[in-house]
């Protein structure tokens, strides 16, 4: 098996009540986006603006070729609190996880997760999602 060609992650919290402020104080990191519900946001590309329907707080890592995202989520929860007390309020008040995307060239590479990253995700009470892309059939 060949190696993930590429990867990005980012750790997500989402909710109605969430104040991008008070959640970076209580993580102890400035996010790399966020915005409260009701605030206007302009899009990346277009510029289009629109009205934000929810709360969003997000921190991502580099992106990463050859991928390596075990790697990107420790360097993204590295940086923040270790206070379960934390965590638990935020994954209790929020929508919370770390998204990856995973980036194959092959239709066939290997990714793994190490048992020190897995303890981090689930002392953190994270779930983690992934979207996959295969070029191989282009």
Known sequence: MAVLSGSAASLRFFGDDLNPDEL????GYTP?????????IAGKV???KRIARSGGWRLSA???EP???DAQI???????????????????RF???IFCGLFMTEGNECISLSPETLEKLAARGLTIGFDIYDS???
């Open 24 to 27: 970076t104080k209580l993580i």
């Open 32 to 40: 790399t986006k966020s915005e409260q519900k009701g605030e206007e």
């Open 46 to 48: 277009t510029g289009q």
């Open 62 to 64: 580099e992106r990463r």
């Open 67 to 69: 991928g390596d995202f």
């Open 74 to 92: 420790s360097e993204i929860l590295d940086q923040l609190t270790d206070d379960t007390d934390v965590w638990q309020d935020l994954t209790t």
């Open 95 to 97: 929508r919370a996880d």
């Open 136 to 138: 191989s059939g282009d």
